[in-house]
């Protein structure tokens, strides 16, 4: 099931922009879709100086940025947030996510900043995780984007060296999809009614090939968005942080001026998801307001 309809053209008016935006909306089933996990929007009713476009993690939901989206409209911008592919449903336990693949998400992302461009006259990225790795595909790519936050990005996994991640994702593609437990203490237990409680290892594969495609992209050409943050977590426990430097490095060596770089420090504890308040450990306090500094 593919609910995102192909824009294949920006949107040039707010008017255009909402109607697909309603689109998006209309083709989410409610008996499907859990009431946390739709396509979220926030809106001011017109175009307005700044939009910012969200993009979601890997076996999560646009609540996650619920509560910082509420935030950046209450600062004046536009705000949307489309449920990723095969995401959001009531079934925790559902197996669809284990279908996406690269093309699918680059489609999502395509629609998703196509759809945005109506809603301001200047249009920031936020991406987490599988949303980070989307997050940079746009940046290598889309000129029209003059601002990209990549946060916590899945380039990889800390627990694979970066030189063999592209081996270790070929091999993981050849084996059976299997879906592994993020934490096989609690299974599906976690108390995230919202999100999934298990990972596909042929998306996480999909992912990290991606990564590395953009990255020796990173080497050929900098990247085409007007500014880009490389937003890490010194405490991250899930993804490679080596891989967000490498990227870094790769776009610097082009003396590309509009890299910028920041890490949450690892006294904050910080978990991997850092913007949902639902977890404890989340501060947002502390991580909203420096979100809400780069947006600008």
């Known amino acids: 099931m593919n609910p995102s309809p192909l824009q294949t053209q920006p949107s040039s008016t707010y008017a255009d922009a909402a109607a ?12 499907l879709i859990h009431p946390a996990s739709h396509t979220k929007f926030w809106t001011h009713g017109e175009k307005t100086a700044r939009a910012v476009l969200y993009l979601q993690g890997y076996t999560d ?14 600062r004046g911008y536009n705000v949307f947030a489309p449920r990723l592919l095969y995401h959001g449903y009531r079934d925790r336990m559902t197996r669809e996510h284990g279908k996406l693949t690269a093309p699918e998400l680059i489609q999502w992302a ?36 003059e601002r990209v936050l990549i946060v916590a990005p899945a380039y990889g996994t800390k627990a694979i060296p970066p030189r063999a991640t592209r081996t270790a ?5 050849r084996l059976p999809n ?7 203490r609690v299974r599906a237990a976690t108390g995230i009614e919202y999100a999934y ?10 992912l990290f090939l991606l990564g590395s495609e953009m990255l020796n992209a990173a080497r050929q050409r900098p990247p085409a968005a007007g500014a880009v943050w490389m937003i890490t977590n010194a405490n991250d426990f899930a993804v490679s942080n080596a891989l967000c430097a490498e990227f870094v490095a790769a776009w610097r060596k082009h003396n590309a001026n509009q890299i910028f770089t920041y890490q949450f420090p690892r006294e904050l ?6 913007l949902d308040p639902i977890d404890a450990t989340v501060k947002p306090e ?3 307001p420096r979100l809400i500094e780069m947006v600008q």
Do not use: C
């Open 169 to 173: 994702a070929r091999v993981v593609q």
């Open 197 to 206: 409680p298990r990972f596909a290892t042929h998306t996480l594969a999909q």
């Open 286 to 288: 502390l991580v909203y």
């Open 178 to 184: 299997m879906f592994i437990w993020w934490d096989p």
């Open 110 to 145: 395509n629609d998703a900043v196509n759809t945005a461009h109506g809603l301001g006259e200047k249009l920031t990225v936020v991406g987490l995780s599988l949303g980070g790795v989307m997050a940079t595909w746009l940046a290598q790519n889309r000129a029209d984007v």
């Open 20 to 31: 697909r935006i309603a689109r998006f909306v209309a083709d989410e089933d409610d008996a």
């Open 269 to 274: 504890g910080l978990p991997h998801d850092l």
């Open 61 to 74: 939901s646009t609540e996650q940025f619920r509560a910082l989206g509420d935030l950046l409209h209450q």
